[in-house]
């Protein structure tokens, strides 16, 4: 006769795993949640970025624009020295410095030539971040109303296990049940015997060992790995059951 508590234990091991698997994916929610918002803030960060390159470009194009202002008012004020100059020294001089006057002008042109190309890009990269920026924001609270329902679910799920599992370890002897949580420390506390073997160690039982487990109608322990053992009886192949 199978010994009352083991079909017992078998079945709180079944919900002992299960509430831990379901305890699992419940922890796993929120660093699903931080990975989301995480994605979410570096396509948000690249876009302060860029549109912060931009603003600094058009500062920068502003300064040489001063800059092309201010040189120019030299030249002016050089032109009209020119025309009171008394010697060809003097002449050649403010000359001289006009020429290098304008030189400046056509460096601060090319950069700033230089930086309108860029933000020609960069405007186009922006407007283009922002459109997948709005897309991915959809689908983070798409996928954040999907984490809150699935932990919703999971959380309803693990209620049910534990009051399964009190149920269940009410019906167990007391020294089974101790036996089973000592053992629980290092799961499986529990293993089955099939073709010989303990499932979960892959130890051969002895002839007269496995003579006794066949029969279920006592707690054991296997002989390796001392977790309790039961006997299971052969897997029906799938052929066999629909024959």
């Excluded at 300064?63 to 020119?82: C, F, L, P, S, V």
């Excluded at 990269?125 to 983070?140: D, N, T």
């Excluded at 049910?160 to 089974?176: L, P």
């Amino acid at each position: 006769m199978t010994h009352p508590d083991l079909p017992l234990l078998v079945e709180l091991q079944s919900v002992d795993l299960e509430i831990a698997r379901v305890s699992a994916e419940i922890a796993a929610l929120p660093k699903h949640v931080a990975e989301i918002e995480a994605r979410l803030k570096s396509h948000v960060d690249q876009l302060a970025l860029d549109r912060k390159t931009l603003a600094d470009h058009q500062k920068e194009r502003k300064d040489h624009e001063r800059e092309i202002a201010a040189i120019r008012e030299k030249i002016t004020k050089y032109r009209d020295q020119m025309t009171s100059v008394k010697t060809n020294d003097q002449y050649k001089a403010l000359q001289h410095e006009i020429e290098f006057a304008e030189t400046g002008i056509r460096e601060h042109e090319d950069k700033i030539l230089e930086k309108m190309v860029l933000d020609e890009e960069l405007e186009q990269a922006v407007k283009k971040a922002q459109a997948r920026l709005e897309a991915e924001k959809v689908e983070v609270e798409k996928e954040k109303a999907v984490v809150k329902r699935r932990t919703t679910d999971y959380e309803a799920a693990l209620a049910s296990f534990k009051t399964t599992r009190a149920q269940v370890a009410g019906k167990i002897t007391e020294t089974s049940l101790s036996e089973y949580t000592r053992l629980s420390r290092k799961p499986p506390a529990l293993a089955m015997v099939r073709d010989g073997t303990c499932q979960a160690c892959r130890f051969m039982l002895r002839p007269q060992a496995l003579n006794e487990v066949r029969t279920n109608n006592a707690i054991r322990y296997c002989e390796s790995c001392k977790r309790l053992i039961y006997w299971a009886p052969p897997e029906v192949p799938v052929e066999a059951q629909t024959t």
